[in-house]
């Protein structure tokens, strides 16, 4: 029991995992308050179970209609990136033709710059062709951005792949399209695995596009933008508790996500962050 | 195989390079032009200025300040987290202590608490602090109450003295479980055999640390110090959901700033000038980090 002579690292694991938990359990918990038991006792208990306010934030606070958008562009975005960034990524991993680094670098180039860079000139293309405060045009922005590190990752992995089950398929008259689909793709399905839930929780994610690219139409928000939105706004009114229902149907989907897969989002997340 | 080499590569190749030319290099081009010009957004016309907005911006006192709040988190944020991180993640691996040098009990489920904040989204963290921030409703000012230490409330995000080491409590608080999980695996690839030895020469658990641990992590925490400083550079979902920059632009940071040029005054040159200043901080930092990588690495055998 060597543990009872130290329990000093034993106690700061404890504090840190109390400073981590505890402001979401408290947001879970004020969920279920009333406005005047969340001004008046933030470390009190709900005085009832008042279901209710998920009712008000989903309808009311347009949080349902957030939830919505967010699913809507990530779905479309999400395939978006997964289909072009593998097909590109094979095309240059597995093929030598003229220009093939020249492409290679320029799309892993991008990694190096910061969106801010390129938000004003993206915000007039965006306008140009006719997307802004449009969903597609977010979906179109995401998929854009997403594919340097897409590009990056999968053509790595690609590279890895061994060429002697390829020439087999070849053989057996596998022609190039569906040796890349049914064969080539199967078997990169860790990698596409890692990339993919990456760029997920990283487009779910994401502030700074739809804050510039939908600034304007208040029904096209995604959740993480209308619910800073409503943030600000029931700072005005004073309806806290539709606020802190608001957050906890935005915070616990992602959780439940995380729990299931713990595992490959931790190895998604620190693969994606070691470029 | 010749034949059916080039409809694939068109296939494949084509769609991604035309929507990543328009919405990515494009842009990006632009930008350096757009800096240019005295572009106010919302006309169609606007003139070649030449370095007009730079030399307007190495007098501009908001941008300064703005500046000054990155090159303080650059410092910070890096210094904090990782400390915190490398401390929590011994303790989680090897910091069962002498002989034993599996981690600690129930280090499964630490790692996914600390892990947590990482996959909310930036503004749901910010909305979050907000609230527990708030000096009327919030956790932090009810539980000091409770506590009797009412003289430590403050209104933490209003007080222009207190709300940007607010925020940076907030950034180290979401980033800290990432680079637990990061040095962890790193620490996990260390033989466990060398710690038994020096177990066996009587050092202590911060001995190991310092000098076995740390040694043998320090490329995972060069790589974290790099990926940290470009966050420093950043800070802008945070710092907009949570204060908008204010109180006085005592939390404003140069995302802040370039959104406010470009969105709020509509000076589409002159915020793409900005732009082109975050880009040479982040190119610099980046180019020093590939620089100190080239380091030669401890091999394990």
Known sequence: ????????????????????????????????????????????????????????????????????????????????????????????????????????????????????????????????????????????????????FTVFFLSAFF?????????????????????????????????????????LLGQWNQYLLPVVLVSDKEENYVLAQGLAALAVNEGYRGDYSRLFAGLTLAIIPVLIVYAVFQRQVQSGLTAGQLK | MKHGKYPLLAAFLLPALGLYIYFVISPYAQAFYISGTDWLGLSDTYNWVGFDNFVRLAKDEYLRNALWHNAVLMVLLPVITIVLGLFLASMLNVGGGQGRVRGLPGSGLYKVIFFAPQVLSVAVIGVLWKELYNPRSGLINGGLRALGLDSLTK?????????????????VWANVGFYVVLFGAAMQSIPRDIYEAVALDGANRWTALWRITLPLVWDTVQVAWVYLAILALDGFALVQVMTRGGPNFSTDVVGQRMYDVAFGEFKFGEASAIGVIMFFLTLSVTVIALRLSRREKVEFS
């Not at chain 1, 470390?43 to 009712?55: S, V």
């Not at chain 1, 399209?177 to 990339?195: E, N, Q, T």
Request: glycine share 8%; net charge positive; with cysteine.
């Open chain 1, 1 to 148: 029991m060597r543990l009872l002579k130290n329990p000093f690292p034993q106690a700061f694991l404890v504090v840190w995992g109390l400073m981590t938990a505890l402001p979401l359990l408290w947001v879970f918990i004020s969920s279920f308050k009333d406005d005047n038991e969340i001004l008046s006792d933030p470390w009190g208990l709900p005085g009832a179970l008042r279901w209710e306010n998920f009712g008000r934030a989903w309808t009311h606070g347009h949080i349902g209609q957030y939830f919505l958008n967010s699913l809507i562009v990530l779905s479309v975005s999400l395939t978006l990136t997964m289909l072009l960034g593998s097909t590109t990524a094979y095309a240059l991993a597995r093929y030598k033709f003229p220009g093939n680094r020249l492409i290679y670098f320029m799309f892993v180039g991008g990694m190096m710059f910061p969106v801010f860079l390129a938000l004003v000139p993206l915000f007039a293309v965006v306008r140009n062709v006719g997307l802004l405060n449009t969903l597609p045009g977010l979906m179109m922005v995401y998929t854009a951005y997403s594919l340097p």
């Open chain 1, 159 to 199: 590279r890895t792949l061994p060429t002697a089950v390829a020439e087999a398929a070849m053989i057996d008259g596998c022609g190039p399209f569906s040796l890349f689909f049914r064969v080539m793709l199967p078997m990169a399905k860790p990698g596409l695995i890692s990339v993919g839930i990456f760029n």
């Open chain 2, 155 to 171: 209104t933490w995000l209003g007080d222009p003295d207190v709300a940007f080491w607010a925020v940076l409590a907030v950034m």
